[in-house]
């Protein structure tokens, strides 16, 4: 079982970066995923989640209208598509997988997730 996050770099404020969270080892489909980031001296909060059955969508308020949450699951995949990047979205970004579903209060659990990938480094420079 295998959580692969890639696609973080260092990029301007205002440009776009698309994380990919690649799955092996087990059926995507049948697994909720979650999208979270930690800052140097913060916790890790989430950024956004997708639901296994209905691709339903939860965000953050500070990334709402700028990233996007999507799942491929023939290619078991899931991504997040950062535009509009700002300097206080540098993080390493995590993905993490749960089996039971989960709603918008409590998403941001970290506890609720069974297994997470390694980080991706995303830097914004000012």
């Known amino acids: 079982v295998q959580l692969q996050a890639s696609g973080g770099g260092l990029v301007q404020t205002g440009n776009s970066l698309r994380l990919s969270c690649a799955a092996s080892?087990?059926?995507?489909?049948?697994?909720?995923i979650g999208w979270f980031r930690q800052a140097p001296g913060k916790g890790r909060e989430g950024v956004s989640y997708i639901s296994s059955s209905d691709d339903t969508t939860y965000y953050d308020e500070s990334v709402k209208g700028r990233f996007i949450i999507s799942r491929n699951n023939a290619k078991s995949t899931v991504y997040l598509q950062m535009n509009s990047l700002k300097p206080e979205d540098t993080a390493v970004y995590y993905c993490a997988f749960d089996r039971e579903p989960l709603d918008d209060s409590t998403w941001r659990h970290t506890g609720e997730y069974e297994y997470w990938g390694q980080g991706t480094q995303v830097t914004v420079s000012s």
């Open positions: 080892g087990f059926t995507l489909e049948y697994y909720a």
